[in-house]
C-alpha cells in the first residue's frame, strides 16, 4: 500500500473489442491502442492477404492506408451512414473517402456487422445484409471507453469518464485526474477530448494545480491523421455547427465550421498555413467572413487584421 496527500489518475481509456458472440475473440482479430498491438499485428500485413477493417474513424482508415501502401487488398466497414461522421462534416468525409478509394480500398457505408466467421481463425465477415466478406484478419476500430475501474473502486463520480472540475479535482478533493479519462465543463456541457495534445495539456495543468495554482483549464484543441500523402491537421472542435465553407487552393484544401458568424473549427488538408492561422483565430476568437475564407484570392494572413 502506498500513502498519499495528492493522487493523479491519467488512466486513459482501452478500446472497445468486438463481442465474442459475434466472433470477437477467433484469432487474427485485432484492437489498436498501443505499441504492444502494433507490433502483435505486424505479421499479419504481407502483400495480397485481405483485411477487414470495422470501423470508418481514423484508427481504422490510418490502418487502411498502411495496409494498401503495403499491397494488402482492404475493406472498410461503417455501420454509419458516412465514414468520420461522428467527428468531420461531409466535406471532410467525401475527401477521405475519395483518397481511400483512389488507391483500392473498398469503403462500405451503412454496413452492419452481424458476425465474425471461422472456427480457431477469423476466416470471413458476414454483413447483416447477408454478404459474406473474405478476412485473412480483421481490426477492430469501433472507438475506446475511458478507464474508469479504478476511480470506480474509489467511489468517485463519473460521468462519460472521471468528472473533474474546471481545475482537474475529482469528487474526492485529494484525487485529481487529467488525459483521455477524465471528463470536465467547458461551455456549459461536459467534454471528454481523446488526444495526445489534450492529455499532455491538461496533466501539465493538474500538476500545476496539485502545487496550488489554482487554475482552470482552457483547451485548445487541435488534432492530426496522416493517411498516405495527406496529412489532415484540425483546429478547434466543431460541436455545434451549423455550415461549412470550404476553401481551395493549389493543391491544399480546407473546411472552415462556423455556427452562425462564429468559427468554431478548420479541417486543413495538406494545408498547414490554414491550419496554423486557424489556431490563431480560434484562440484570439476571432471569426473571420466567411465570404472572404471562401475567396481563394484573399491572403491567409490578411484574415487576422483587425
Known amino acids: 500500500m502506498i500513502a ?11 478500446p472497445r473489442n468486438l463481442p465474442a458472440a459475434m466472433g470477437g475473440a ?23 492477404r485481405e483485411l477487414v ?5 481514423y484508427i481504422g482508415l ?9 499491397g494488402l487488398t482492404v475493406t472498410v466497414v461503417e455501420m454509419a451512414p458516412r465514414i468520420l461522421q461522428r467527428v468531420a462534416a461531409p466535406e471532410t468525409s467525401d475527401a477521405i473517402r475519395a483518397l481511400h478509394q483512389s488507391h483500392g480500398v473498398q469503403i462500405l457505408e451503412n454496413a452492419a456487422l452481424a458476425a ?11 454483413l447483416s445484409n447477408g454478404d459474406v466478406l473474405p478476412a485473412d484478419f480483421v481490426i477492430a476500430g469501433i472507438g475506446v471507453v475511458p478507464d474508469t475501474g479504478l476511480a470506480e473502486a474509489a467511489g468517485l463520480y463519473l460521468d462519460n469518464g472521471i468528472a473533474v472540475d474546471a481545475q482537474g479535482r475529482t ?70 455547427y451549423d455550415r461549412v465553407v470550404v476553401r481551395d487552393g493549389m493543391g491544399t484544401r480546407s473546411h472552415w465550421y462556423y455556427a452562425g458568424d462564429k468559427l468554431l473549427a478548420v479541417d486543413a488538408l495538406n494545408d498547414p498555413r ?6 490563431r483565430l480560434i484562440a484570439a ?22
Open 116 to 126: 465474425l466467421e471461422g472456427d480457431d481463425r477469423v476466416t470471413a465477415v458476414r
Open 53 to 57: 477493417i470495422i470501423g470508418g474513424g
Open 171 to 240: 469528487s474526492d478533493h485529494c484525487i485529481w485526474a487529467a488525459g483521455d479519462c477524465a471528463s470536465f465543463p467547458w461551455r456549459g456541457q461536459r467534454l471528454r477530448l481523446e488526444s495526445v495534445q489534450n492529455a499532455i495539456d491538461q496533466a501539465e495543468l493538474v500538476a500545476q494545480n496539485m502545487l496550488g495554482a489554482g487554475l482552470a483549464y482552457e483547451p485548445m484543441p487541435w488534432f492530426w491523421s496522416d493517411q498516405y500523402d495527406l496529412k489532415l491537421q484540425i483546429a478547434g472542435l466543431n460541436l455545434g
Open 285 to 306: 476568437g476571432r471569426s473571420p467572413d466567411p465570404a472572404q475564407v471562401a475567396d481563394p484570392a484573399t491572403d491567409l494572413k490578411s484574415l487576422l487584421q483587425p
Open 4 to 14: 498519499y496527500d495528492q493522487l493523479a489518475l491519467t488512466t486513459g481509456t482501452v
Open 26 to 48: 477467433l484469432a487474427g482479430v485485432h484492437t489498436v491502442r498501443g505499441l504492444a498491438d502494433v507490433d502483435a499485428m505486424a505479421p499479419e500485413f504481407v502483400a495480397g
Open 62 to 70: 490510418e490502418a487502411a492506408a498502411v495496409a494498401a501502401k503495403r
Open 274 to 279: 490554414a491550419f496554423m492561422l486557424a489556431k
